[in-house]
T-cell receptor
Framework: GNSVTQMEGPVTLSEEAFLTINCTYT??????LFWYVQYPGEGLQLLLK?????DKGSNKGFEATYRKETTSFHLEKGSVQVSDSAVYFC???????????FGKGTTLSVSS | DAGVTQSPTHLIKTRGQQVTLRCSPI?????VSWYQQVLGQGPQFIFQ???????GRGNFPDRFSARQFPNYSSELNVNALLLGDSALYLC????????????FGPGTRLTVT
């Protein structure tokens, strides 16, 4: 079946550190891949997405590349800020326009 | 423009009771989806409605039902509540039937005692 596996958290970093949150997926066909972010007390916000192999999604300094050969979509940011502290969810849509399947989420805590 | 709104924010119910959660999509959006997020887990898909018709259903029991109104707002109903129904219920809206660009509301926190 379709599933998403994220690295366990929490991830604790100092401001300006490099961030990587690993995400791998299992899916048949060619899913679309997403990263969502959930700030405390708020709903999920779409951070970035990629719809086909080798696509790179980017937003607010975050990047992720759709790697079909390794079935991965790792989230990276070169220099994190305290304001990036949140829960990050990797998700896939098995076919274009179908419901999202989420990973368990990774909590990021950035200290100054 | 207002985002997706949900009501109530918090709710406490007793086992066996029934609950109704409400969602108003972004103006102009015709699709509403519901997700359940249990503490420490990612959201799980419950329903999608588009143009007042059910377009998709996740692996949830028949105790869960939903509907969409002519103004595209939606209600999620859960009957015979169980302790395991305690969760954050998220509503998401999108402009069309496709779910690529979903915008989430802040959620309703349901606690079943």
């Amino acid at each position: 079946g379709n599933s998403v596996t994220q690295m366990e958290g929490p991830v604790t970093l100092s401001e300006e550190a490099f961030l990587t949150i690993n995400c791998t997926y299992t899916a048949t066909g060619y899913p679309s891949l997403f990263w969502y972010v959930q700030y405390p007390g708020e709903g999920l916000q779409l951070l970035l997405k990629a719809t086909k192999a080798d696509d790179k999604g980017s937003n607010k300094g975050f990047e992720a590349t759709y790697r079909k050969e390794t079935t991965s979509f790792h989230l990276e940011k070169g220099s994190v800020q305290v304001s990036d502290s949140a829960v990050y969810f990797c998700a896939l849509s098995p076919q274009t326009g179908t419901a999202l399947i989420f990973g368990k989420g990774t909590t990021l805590s950035v200290s100054s | 423009d207002a985002g997706v709104t949900q009501s109530p924010t918090h709710l406490i119910k007793t086992r066996g009771q029934q609950v109704t959660l409400r969602c108003s999509p972004i103006s102009g959006h015709k699709s509403v989806s519901w997700y359940q997020q249990v503490l420490g887990q990612g959201p799980q898909f419950i329903f999608q409605y588009y143009e007042k018709e059910e377009r998709g259903r996740g692996n949830f029991p028949d105790r869960f039902s939903a509907r969409q109104f002519p103004n595209y707002s939606s209600e999620l109903n859960v009957n015979a509540l169980l302790l395991g129904d305690s969760a954050l219920y998220l509503c998401a809206s999108s402009s069309g039937a496709a779910l690529d660009e979903q915008y989430f509301g802040p959620g309703t926190r349901l606690t079943v005692t």
